[in-house]
C-alpha cells in the first residue's frame, strides 16, 4: 500500500555544549531519552495518510504494512498536542456485521441476504448496482434522476420494527429537491428521512445531508420518528424500505433492525466550562476527526480503514535504526568554560510502503 505523506527528509545536525565530561551513546532507540533527559530532540510535524489500517493487526495509529505485508510501526508518534489527531470518514470503514442487515442466516450460518445486494431491490425508473465507497468497501448506488424514481428492498421482516434503528451511511453524490428513504410496515403506515436537502440546517435530525459530500451517517431510532401514511397511525412490523427521488447515492450501511447506535469513534470537545470532554461520534458527517483508536464500536473491533490520517510528529527520540543516529563529543574545543562540544546528527525521513 502507499503511505501518502507532505514528503521529507531531513538531517539535522545541532551542537551542545556540555559542563561535565560525556561519551557517545549510539543505539536502536536513540541517544538514552528519558523523562528529565536534556538531549536535543528535533521535530518535524507531517499528516500521514495510511491507505489501509487494519484493526485486527494493529494497534496504534500510526502502523502500516510494509513491503512484505507484515505490520510495521512509523518512527513517530502522535501529536499529543491535537485534541483529535486522527481524522478518517466513515463510509470508508469496512466492518463486521455492515452489510448484514436483514439478519437470515443459511444452513451454513452465513447471513443469506443484504440490503446492499442490488439484486434483492426492484426498482421504478432509478437504478440500483454494486458499487464501492473504499477498496473492500462494498455499497449500493442508488441513482434516481426524478422526483418519481424509486427503488424498494422488500425480503425483510422485523417485528417490532419501531425498536430498530434506521442506519445509513453514504456517500452523495448528486442531489435534486429532498430525495426520501422511507421504512414502511405491514398496514401502509411509514416512518421517513430525508436523504438531502440544501435548506436543512446540518443539526436536523432526520435529514442525512445538505450537501454533496462523502461518509454522511445518519441514525434514528424508528419509533422515535414521525408516523405517516394511510394504516391504523402506528407503528409495528417493517417489511419495507423504499428509496425515492432525484439522488445518486453509494449506500455502504443500511439497517433498519439493530436495537442501537453504532459508534464512530471517540472525540475531545470543550464543554461550556472550558473543559475538555469525551463524546462518542455517532452521526459523523464527512471526514472526522477523533482522540485515538479505542472508541469504535464492538462490531468495528477489527475493521479496515481506509484512508486514515494522523498528524504525527517526527522526533530524534523516535528513530529506531543506529544508523539513523550519530553523537561526538570533543574536549578540544573554542569553549574554555566548557568541558565538551557534542555535536548530534539526526537523520529524520518518513518512510514509504508500497503495494506487492
Known amino acids: 500500500m ?49 491507505d489501509e489500517w487494519n484493526g485486527a493487526d494493529f494497534s496504534d495509529a500510526l502502523q502500516y504494512y510494509d513491503d512484505s505485508g507484515e505490520a510495521a510501526q512509523l518512527p513517530a508518534s502522535v501529536n499529543a498536542s491535537n485534541d483529535n489527531p486522527i481524522t478518517l470518514t466513515a463510509t470508508d470503514i469496512a466492518f463486521e456485521q455492515r452489510d ?69 451511511a453514504a456517500d452523495i453524490s448528486s442531489a435534486s429537491g429532498t430525495p426520501t428513504l422511507q421504512v414502511n410496515d405491514a398496514d401502509g403506515d411509514y416512518v421517513e428521512i430525508t436523504l438531502y436537502d440544501a435548506g436543512a440546517a446540518a443539526s436536523d435530525d432526520t435529514v442525512l445531508a445538505n450537501a454533496t459530500g462523502e461518509g454522511m451517517v445518519l441514525q434514528e431510532q424508528i419509533g422515535d420518528l414521525p408516523v405517516q401514511g394511510g394504516g391504523d397511525g402506528t407503528f409495528d412490523t417493517a417489511e419495507d424500505v423504499t428509496i425515492s427521488g432525484d439522488v445518486d447515492a453509494d449506500i455502504s450501511v443500511l439497517d433498519a433492525e439493530r436495537t442501537r447506535e453504532l459508534e464512530f ?35 468495528m473491533a477489527d475493521a479496515t480503514i481506509h484512508g ?18 550519530n553523537a561526538e563529543f ?27
Not at 108 to 137: F, K, M, Q, R, Y
Not at 308 to 325: E, G, I, K, R
Not at 339 to 356: C, I, K, S
Open 265 to 299: 469513534g471517540e472525540q475531545l470537545v470543550e464543554n461550556d466550562d472550558e473543559e475538555l470532554e469525551t463524546v462518542t461520534i455517532t452521526e459523523p458527517r464527512g471526514a472526522y476527526s477523533v482522540t485515538n483508536m479505542d472508541g469504535f464500536d464492538e462490531v
Open 2 to 50: 502507499n503511505i501518502k505523506k507532505t514528503g521529507f527528509a531531513a538531517l539535522v545536525a545541532l551542537a551542545v555544549l556540555s559542563s561535565m565530561v560525556a561519551t557517545p551513546v549510539v543505539a536502536v532507540g536513540g541517544i538514552g531519552w528519558g523523562g528529565d533527559s536534556a538531549a536535543p530532540n528535533p521535530t518535524l510535524n507531517a499528516d500521514v495518510t495510511i
Open 308 to 325: 486514515l490520517t494522523a498528524d504525527a510528529m517526527f522526533q530524534a527520540s523516535d528513530l529506531q535504526d543506529a544508523d539513523n543516529v
Open 330 to 356: 570533543t574536549q578540544d574545543n573554542d569553549y574554555p568554560q566548557w568541558d565538551a562540544l557534542g555535536q548530534f546528527d539526526y537523520r529524520l525521513q518518513l518512510p514509504t510502503a508500497f503495494d506487492l
Open 100 to 168: 448484514e442487515f436483514p439478519r437470515k442466516s443459511d444452513e451454513d450460518g452465513d447471513n443469506a441476504a443484504s440490503a446492499l445486494d442490488a439484486s434483492e431491490w426492484t426498482t421504478s425508473g432509478a437504478t440500483v448496482s454494486a458499487t464501492t465507497t473504499a477498496p473492500s468497501v462494498d455499497a449500493l448506488n442508488y441513482a434516481g434522476s426524478a422526483s418519481s424514481d424509486s427503488a424498494t428492498y422488500s425480503n425483510f421482516t422485523v417485528v417490532d420494527g419501531e425498536k430498530g434503528y434506521l442506519t445509513i
